[in-house]
């Protein structure tokens, strides 16, 4: 009776931390997205600086 209780136990211990883990993979995930979001988004604003400086600029 006691091994089935232990073995319940760690049965839910473990589902627990299944879950935790399952929770901190996410938001890691949605953290690597956000960046690459602003990434992206910074990259843009670099292209479109550089494209009016480049029109500003005189030619030689």
């Known amino acids: 009776m006691l091994r ?4 319940c136990l ?3 211990l473990g589902m627990i931390l299944k879950g ?5 993979l996410t938001v890691f ?3 690597l997205e ?3 979001i602003m990434l992206l988004l ?3 604003v ?3 600086f550089l494209a009016f400086v ?3 600029t005189p030619q030689r």
Do not use: D, E, N, Y
């Open 46 to 48: 670099m292209r479109l």
């Open 29 to 31: 995930q949605f953290t």
């Open 4 to 7: 089935r209780f232990f073995s």
């Open 34 to 36: 956000l960046l690459k």
């Open 54 to 56: 480049r029109a500003g």
């Open 42 to 44: 910074s990259g843009l």
């Open 10 to 12: 760690l049965w839910f």
């Open 20 to 24: 935790a883990l399952k929770v901190i």
